[in-house]
């Protein structure tokens, strides 16, 4: 799924979904980002993985020491420079957030919304640990999925992205539990509250599980 990202819904693509997203789709993404909002001060230091073309960077422009965004698709990081070019400065870096470029201890806050620990298609323990290490102790990591009560909305919003053609025809025999399946290979899954808790059991850290807008499921880390 990762190079589904990179290549066929990137920049201009990725954009469009979430310019068709319904008027619930929209309350929800607005509800992630007015909670991560809570958290930013202007001493902090931010990371996003997986920032697409800036959509939630854009938000936390100005309200954040530093903030920096990685992506695997150059193509949306282009379209993020331009998309960011009038608010506060933001670094921005083609890399996989498994083999993040950076110091250890280097942000206060780091981000995986919007179900990107599903979407990278990546090994999940392996992005903890690595989300862990670059994190510095006081800070917090957060992490986001979509929430089992959304289902219905969540799949009305993957049906209209379909419908424009931006992913492809829905596998109904497949799709189901938490799952979208496309006839093109294209795969959205989640994380339930007890994958969320092995996986922070897995970095030795106790994590605070909490729905959002029956739409948004967090998992959040404090670094000791």
Partial sequence: MG??????????????????????????????????????????????????????????????GLLTGIDTSFSSLIMAKEYLSRGSPCHLALMQALFLGFPDHQFDLTLCLQNGISAFAVDRQALFREALRVTRSGGTMLFSSYSERFWKDRLEWFEIQSAHGLIGPLDYEATGNGQIVCQDGFRATTVDAEGFKALAAGINLEPVIFEIDQSSLFCEIRVP
């Fill in 3 to 64: 190079d589904y990202y990179k290549k066929g819904l990137a920049a201009e693509r990725l954009r469009a979904c979430y310019d068709l997203a319904p008027p619930r789709t929209r309350q929800y993404l607005d509800a992630e980002i007015a909670y991560v909002l809570e958290k930013s001060s202007p001493h902090r230091k931010v990371l996003e993985l997986g920032c697409g073309y800036g959509r939630i960077l854009k938000r936390l422009a100005g309200r954040v």
